[in-house]
């Protein structure tokens, strides 16, 4: 496996569900992204974990939890979701540094995504 | 908040003509990076191209070329010799703090390469 990895590739799933997206990146980096990616708005970023650690949760939902277990794999756990959350979910990685006590994001590689659809 | 708009929904191009995407941005930084991404039908969303705003000369990748305007707020991406490859959304991105984990997307451009 090469780049950012996402299983399943597709989800159908009713609203009183349980699932997890899972995403595997084999570049070795240190920062990991979890993207809503809905027809005819832009991307947004729902969480970003760096060095395991969540550092950004964009007023995301608590149906939605992220999980972080180690640099290599991120997951976004799923329950009771709506019908508006059905999009394509992306993750991401890249490369973070640590420069004068900040951390400085190189560019990020994309998953092919999980297209989730709640019945 | 920073904004990215990318105007033109859906565009098309006869294979080896050359088409040119917009995207203009609002925001009051001054060491920001642009991006265009490129998701081709189904597949992985790619980096095409990166402009750090500190930086004059336009960026150019092979085919792909960029037109930065900082007073104007507006950095477009011109696809010379397009391919049937070069289907795809293109998205404008944007990081308004140069390095920052934060990208803030426009909507995207549908481009149709014909044959």
């Known amino acids: 496996e090469t780049g950012v990895t996402q299983t399943p590739r597709h989800l159908v799933m009713g609203m009183t569900n349980k699932k997890s997206l899972k995403c595997e990146q084999h570049?070795?980096?240190?920062?990991m992204y979890w993207y809503k990616q809905s027809a005819k708005k832009p991307l947004e970023l729902m969480f970003v974990?760096?060095?395991?650690?969540?550092?950004e949760n964009n007023s995301v939902p608590s149906r939605f939890s992220p999980e972080c277990p180690n640099s290599s794999h991120l997951f976004l756990h799923l329950h009771t979701l709506q019908p508006e959350d059905s999009a394509l979910y992306l993750c991401?990685?890249?490369?973070?540094?640590?420069?004068?006590?900040?951390?400085?994001?190189?560019?990020?590689?994309f998953g092919p995504g999980t297209r989730l659809t709640v019945l | 908040a920073q904004t990215v708009t990318q105007s033109q929904p859906e565009m098309s191009v006869q294979e080896a003509e050359t088409v040119t995407l917009s995207c203009t941005y609002d925001?009051?930084?001054?060491?920001?990076?642009l991006f265009w991404y490129k998701q081709p039908p189904s597949r992985q969303m790619i980096l095409v191209i990166r402009?750090?705003?500190?930086?004059?000369q336009n960026a150019t990748e092979n085919r792909f070329s960029v037109n930065f305007q900082k007073a104007a707020k507006s950095f477009s991406l011109k696809i010379s010799d397009s391919q049937l490859g070069d289907t795809a959304m293109y998205f404008c991105?944007?990081?308004?703090?140069?390095?920052?984990?934060?990208?803030?997307f426009g909507k995207g451009t549908k481009l149709t390469v014909n044959p």
């Open positions: 402009q750090e705003a500190y930086k004059q």
């Open positions: 991105a944007f990081d308004a703090q140069g390095g920052s984990e934060k990208l803030v």
């Open positions: 991401a990685s890249s490369q973070a540094r640590w420069t004068s006590g900040q951390a400085i994001y190189n560019e990020q590689f």
């Open positions: 570049l070795g980096h240190n920062a």
């Open positions: 974990y760096n060095f395991k650690e969540q550092t």
């Open positions: 925001t009051s930084e001054n060491n920001y990076y």
